[in-house]
């Protein structure tokens, strides 16, 4: 298993918005011993209404130039390529996306895959879209065209495109194909292009192994392949319903896609590494919540413990305090 570059994301729009903020932020993380950092496109604000804003992106790009972090990028939640309405904004979105990731250097850009239903629409049940198989079939085409065109462009700038499989909900538990490890593996196969790849979520896979009863290894192994981005965080694997976004509330009862530092809940790091091994070279970006931020500085220690066990660790990367320090 080759890890490339190792860090954490920032999920916070308002601190990725200010240069200031992320500039010491930025510092942080390069001190505490991360190669890598993974940034929101959308929390940049350097994309309005589809329009690519060229002076603000300078400004990122020469705000990294002061540091030796590997970038990696999300691009934005909204992006939905089963729109009918309005598609040719997603696409624009889209490709302005990998526009900033390719200006950034970025070694990967996690993307959202398509949802029947989207986020926004979750809480109006009444307005869910029902597809027939055919129509489901002809919306996922869409998607594979669309991605199509997006991986040409990546290609010309050098980013990854990594598809996201996708945490589920109670009360919508179909919302998206991507939720099932297995069909993402099967969907990006079938766009077949060098540039479009797999990022696996850790904590969205067990919370969707355990809410559909899936085989973890089985669908592991359709992804393992594929895989060259991590994202990194523990769960419970107790789904919740959309509408619960308050972690507060959920927290005290382990429930939904909590976004906790590795090895505080169940989520079977150890096995997933074993799986990836033969596989994976590539960025692993620990995900976790703002207010977990205390904890970075073990997450490089906890990575080194979990992979030793499985006799996986790479050369270089050993526990926090050790002689040589963190290489990731």
Known sequence: ???????????????????????????????LGFRAVELPIHGMNVIVNGRLLEERLERYVKLFKQFSLRVTTHAPFEINLFRQDGLSKERQVLQASIEVSGALGAAAMAYHPARFVGEEELIYRHAWPVYTEEEQERLLEQEREELRLAGDLARSRNVRIGMENMRPYLDCPNYCYAVRPSLLAEQMARIGHDRIGLTLDTGHLLLAVRMYGLDLQAELEAMAP?????????????ANFSIEKNQYDLIPHGRGDMHMPIGEGEVPFGEIASTLAPFFAGTLIHEVREAYEPSWPLLIGRTAAMLAQETLAPEGLRRQGEPEGASL
Request: avoid cysteine; proline fraction near 0%; aromatic fraction near 4%.
């Open 226 to 238: 594929h895989v060259f981005h991590l994202h990194v965080h523990d769960n419970f694997g107790k």
């Open 1 to 31: 298993m080759h890890i490339e570059a190792m860090g954490v994301s920032l999920l916070s729009n308002d601190l990725v918005s200010s240069m200031d903020r992320l500039e010491a932020k930025l510092a942080k993380i390069e001190e």
